[in-house]
């Protein structure tokens, strides 16, 4: 039974088949923004325009949720990661975003744990928020990684395979 047909409402299978596609389609959106995104991240460097810091803050910010969905994307999709990693891209985006806002503002601006707002959000939201919260992630989802008494069972049968075609 396709999982499409227990979601109830008359659009219902539509939305989850579109949700399908799309999630097929994460890693080569992945690889497509680091091929794209690099360049361009090199170009804001040499460029005097004013809007190019946040052009190169907010790419800067795609690239660590990027490089661990192409990591971690088996046959297109992500799996359990995929809720959490998008929950880290807007994150990430967010504080960005704060940070921009907040530059130039350390005397008048707000302070949050003895630092100007913007080095607080670097420091704890880019920083530690992050760290905690790919661990946390890693831990709910462990058993996609560990190996199994099956998989050690797979491989020991493909080695005796392979040794037996050798001979």
Do not use: N
């Not at 050690?152 to 049968?157: I, N, P, S, T, Y």
């Amino acid at each position: 039974m396709y999982p499409s047909k227990r979601l109830s409402g008359s659009f219902a299978p539509l939305r989850f088949i579109s949700l399908l596609r799309f999630l097929t389609m994460v890693r080569k959106l992945s690889l497509a923004f680091l091929a794209i995104a690099s360049p361009v991240v090199l170009l804001l460097f040499l460029v005097p325009w004013s809007w190019a810091d946040e052009l190169f803050a907010l790419l800067v910010m795609g690239y660590p949720v990027a490089l661990i969905v192409v990591a971690v994307g088996r046959r297109g999709t992500l799996g359990p990661l995929g809720v959490p990693l998008l929950l880290l891209l807007i994150f990430l985006e967010a504080c960005a975003i704060g940070m921009l806002a907040l530059r130039g503002q350390i005397l008048d601006g707000p302070w949050f744990g003895g630092l100007p707002g913007a080095a607080a959000i670097q420091l704890y939201g880019l920083f530690l928020t992050p760290l905690l919260f790919v661990a946390l992630a890693y831990a709910l989802t462990f058993d996609r990684f560990e190996i199994r008494e099956k998989d050690l069972d797979r491989l020991a049968d493909h080695t005796r395979a392979s040794e037996g075609e050798a001979e």
